[in-house]
């Protein structure tokens, strides 16, 4: 914006500055830039499967539930559990506290838990989460 100088009679009395206009735009006429996807663009793949424990599991030395106890989620049954290897990796949460990976190995067929002194109840959840990249 230019300042607009008014002849010395009329603003120096006052010592007042003029703006010129200012003028408004369309900005719908305004065209963003064109956005270029990277490329090698990741995309990933979530598998979920629950299990509720129907009798309590100890753990002392170890155990291995099927895959087919667990329901994926939309409920239904499973036979196997749908693992990303190399591009993936799989989260287990028992009562919906993440586990340590080296706590259990989940293979297509079973989820194994390595030996530990404790006990998982009945009606605890287990889910197992199955993330892949594409």
């Known amino acids: 914006m230019d300042l607009q100088k008014l002849p010395c009679d009329s603003c120096c009395e006052n010592n007042r500055v003029v703006w010129s206009r200012i003028r408004a735009i369309d900005i719908g006429a305004i065209q963003p830039p064109l956005v270029v996807p990277p490329a090698g663009t990741i995309i990933p793949i979530i598998n979920r499967y629950f ?6 599991i100890n753990l002392t030395n170890g155990a291995t539930l099927p895959a087919h106890l667990f329901t994926d989620d939309n409920g239904a049954p499973i036979t196997e559990f749908t693992l990303f290897r190399p591009n993936g990796y799989v989260n ?3 009562n919906a506290v993440m586990q340590e990976g080296g706590a259990y190995n989940v293979t297509p067929d079973s989820l194994n838990l390595n030996p530990f002194n404790a006990t998982i109840f009945a009606g ?3 889910i197992i989460e199955s993330l892949g990249f594409q």
């Open 92 to 94: 287990l949460y028992i």
């Open 124 to 126: 605890t959840p287990i």
């Open 51 to 56: 299990y509720i424990v129907t009798e309590a």
